[in-house]
């Protein structure tokens, strides 16, 4: 089993930044192919915010694009999410996602609200 951690979350001002991180522990936290971040605003659908394979390969969400970069540390089994260029649009709920060994894990979710 995989725990997924989150942290970083909070208020912040719209044009400001915030990293998030995501700690996974258990016993396949060293053998997730994937890791990722996805949020959800009230009244509406979860959707994906950024995911990385390995340490490399990367996908945005259309709304994040040049603005968020997500990366990932092996060593610590923990994946970040650097958010700059905040909008008031940001505001939600962000939860951390891994994929292993044909699971998938989700953390409790960080509360990220940006005032404008």
């Known amino acids: 089993q995989v725990q997924l951690v989150e942290s970083g979350g909070g208020l912040v001002q719209a044009g400001g930044s915030l990293r998030l991180s995501c700690a996974a522990s258990?016993?396949?936290?060293?053998?997730?192919?994937?890791m990722g971040w996805y949020r959800q605003a009230p009244g509406k659908q979860r959707e994906l915010v950024a995911h990385i394979i390995g340490l490399s390969i990367t996908n945005y969400g259309d709304s994040v694009k040049g603005r968020f970069t997500i990366s990932r540390d092996y060593a610590k089994n923990t994946v970040y999410l650097q958010m700059n260029s905040l909008k008031p649009e940001d505001t939600a709920v962000y939860y951390c996602?891994?994929?292993?060994?044909?699971?998938?894990?989700w953390g409790q979710g960080t509360q990220v609200t940006v005032s404008s």
């Open positions: 258990g016993s396949f936290s060293s053998r997730l192919d994937a």
């Open positions: 996602a891994a994929w292993g060994s044909s699971q998938s894990y």
